[in-house]
Antibody, heavy 116, light 107 residues
Framework: QVQLQQRGAGLLKPSETLSLTCAVYGGSFSNFYCTWIRQAPGEGLEWIGE???????NYNPSLKSRITMSMTPSKSEVTLNLASVTAADTALYYC??????????WGKGTTVIVSS | IVLTQSPSTLSLSPGERATLSCRASQALRGNYVAWYQQSRGQPPRLLIY???NRATGIPDRFSGSGSGSDFTLTISSLEPEDFGLYYC?????????FGQGTKVEIK
């Protein structure tokens, strides 16, 4: 059974770079996309962007200037970097696997708090 | 594309039928809509894709319908584990967007 495990720093100061990694177990990202989604406290879901196994990326225009995503050559891990964070980036961040359309496997989420 | 879900909250008893609506700001070709369930403290779970196709392992009391810009998720008979939040998502265009959610709560 495919599982996604997330890791990364949960407490950041304004202007720092958020860095989260999503590792897949029981499978890989080969032939799949890794999508990042976030959920601010008490809010709904926001699509951050996606990276395909072949290197194609699509980012939310609202965050595009600050995002980079990368995948390991083994296709087993994807890293999200979000630069110059502010309090508005405080959220629960999820990675998920899909075909570039909907997401059928989700990680448990990582809480990121931005505070001085 | 903006997705508007209604109602915001649905108060029902176990065994009752739940009908959740998702309206898109423009028509979605291919009916590219997915539905997710989110229980408290859990990540979302895919229920429905392409408007009406149940994801693997999803009970048949969940069904999706609709086309164009109007879509519906129906839960035929609510089980205790069905109470929670439900989101629709469009994958017709970028950026992918979600509705604001419908909370199904116990009456």
């Amino acid at each position: 059974q495919v599982q996604l495990q997330q890791r990364g720093a949960g407490l950041l100061k304004p202007s720092e770079t958020l860095s989260l990694t999503c590792a897949v177990y029981g499978g890989s990202f080969s032939n799949f996309y890794c999508t990042w989604i976030r959920q601010a406290p008490g809010e709904g879901l926001e699509w951050i962007g996606e990276l395909s196994y072949s290197g194609i990326n699509n980012y939310n225009p609202s965050l595009k200037s600050r995002i980079t995503m990368s995948m390991t050559p083994s296709k087993s891990e994807v890293t999200l970097n979000l630069a110059s964070v502010t309090a508005a980036d405080t959220a629960l961040y999820y990675c998920a696997r899909g075909q570039g359309f909907y997401m059928d496997v989700w990680g448990k989420g990582t809480t990121v708090i931005v505070s001085s | 594309i903006v997705l508007t879900q209604s109602p915001s909250t649905l108060s029902l008893s176990p065994g009752e039928r739940a009908t959740l609506s998702c309206r898109a700001s423009q028509a979605l070709r291919g009916n590219y809509v997915a539905w997710y369930q989110q229980s408290r403290g859990q990540p979302p779970r895919l229920l429905i894709y392409a408007a009406s196709n149940r994801a693997t392992g999803i009970p048949d009391r969940f069904s999706g319908s609709g086309s164009g810009s109007d879509f519906t998720l129906t839960i035929s008979s609510l089980e205790p584990e069905d109470f929670g939040l439900y989101y629709c998502q469009q994958y017709n265009s970028f950026p992918r967007t979600f509705g604001q959610g419908t909370k199904v709560e116990i009456k």
